[in-house]
């Protein structure tokens, strides 16, 4: 590497001396000068045409594994265009462009977030199409997000649901997601949030063995239909308690469950209480700073809890009561409990009262 900068420094060099020469009126001798450069510059640029470069001469297996890991870790998607995408790699060289189209797993994930909304249904169908076309039989990651102002909805087909592994889309517009009737042997993660309620029809997913976690917002809930049984893991955002309990006392085999809880207006009624019998992971967050939904962790019975996350905002006026109604009345053995937010207690109170957990806080 060191020969051919020297080499291309020589070369400049060479460059700068015969444009000196150019410029100026010049007699015979000078002219025998310049042509002596253009000699020495035509034999450098022969040894630099000559050279090969390292990353030419890997094994076409090597490039593969070095494009797959250029690519943002499967199953993040990467952008359509641009530095991170794909397709860059396909504008370096043409030997690089035949590897990359020749490389499925470089297009097993599409990433859809068109700025005109009238054109947001040909992007859909043309993008899915190709990139699809390009990974062959590996399955797929898939994220969109509508542009405002969008009603046009998108549409998989059967045939592009059956490689459908990971899913997430988020509709800022009145639009509708529609996938047609048909098995969905790979899916394995959903991740929904609509803007609007208005659903012409649910979004079922009624035959996906493989699905195991979903993300969710309010919206999403109303309008989805799962198999909430066979779920693991759950994050439901910005939804009031009332809304979480039907869903959870479907979801008995729940490891991992985290609420970003809102605060109900109105009279507040006796809540259910939602037996989760697997789970080991519980996250309880404020959808908003001045959320206050006392009462609620108490409703929970995790016998085989280890860890809870919470802000002390949603422990009501009493945080510690809370904390050890929640914690006898469940009776689990927690290993970590991590008071999130900013507390009214010390750390020193709630080390005291659970002197065999493992305690964190992360603000005063």
Not at 2 to 15: P, S
Not at 42 to 52: D, F, G, I, S, T
Not at 64 to 91: D, K, M, R, W
Request: glycine share 4%; net charge negative.
């Amino acid at each position: 590497m060191a020969t051919l900068e020297a080499q291309r420094a020589l070369a400049a060099n060479l460059d700068a001396q015969m444009l000196a020469l150019a410029d100026e009126i010049v007699v015979d001798p000078r002219r025998s000068s310049l042509s002596t450069l253009q000699v020495q510059r035509a034999l450098v640029q022969e040894q630099l045409n000559a050279y090969k470069y390292p990353v030419l001469t890997l094994p076409t297996e090597i490039i593969c594994e070095i494009f797959i890991h250029f690519l943002p870790v499967y199953p993040e998607c990467p952008p359509p265009a641009g530095i991170l995408s794909p397709t860059n790699l396909t504008q370096i060289c043409r030997q690089w462009r035949d590897i990359a189209l020749a490389t499925p797993m470089l297009w097993r994930a599409v990433y859809m977030c068109p700025e005109d909304a009238g054109v947001v249904q040909q992007m859909h169908e043309l993008n899915i199409s190709i990139w699809l076309g390009r990974s062959l039989g590996c399955p797929f990651s898939i994220e969109i997000l509508t542009p405002y102002g969008s009603r046009r909805g998108f549409m998989f087909s059967s045939a592009q649901s059956t490689r459908l592994e990971y899913l997430k889309v988020l509709l800022r517009a009145s639009s509708s997601l529609v996938i047609e009737e048909g098995p969905m042997p790979l899916l394995r993660h959903l991740d929904l949030a609509f803007q609007y309620p208005e659903m012409s029809e649910p979004v079922v997913f009624p035959d996906a063995p493989l699905l195991r976690s979903a993300v969710l917002n309010d919206n999403a809930i109303q309008a989805v239909v799962l198999p909430w049984a066979q779920l693991t893991e759950l994050t439901l955002h910005r939804v009031f308690p009332e809304e979480c309990t039907p869903v959870l006392q479907l979801t008995s085999n729940l490891v991992y469950c985290k609420l970003t809880i809102a605060e109900s207006s109105g009279v507040h009624r006796a809540r259910p209480d939602v037996t989760l019998l697997c789970l080991e992971s519980l996250t309880l967050e404020p959808h908003r700073l001045n959320t206050k939904t006392s009462g609620y962790l108490e409703t929970f019975i995790v016998p085989t809890l280890c860890h809870l996350q919470v802000k002390e905002q949603l422990l009501g006026s009493e945080p510690v009561d809370s904390l050890t109604t929640f914690v006898s009345k469940s009776e689990c053995t927690l290993e970590a409990i991590y008071i999130s937010g900013k507390r009214r207690l010390s750390e020193d109170v709630y080390r005291h009262a659970f002197p065999s957990i493992e305690l964190s806080f992360d603000e005063a």
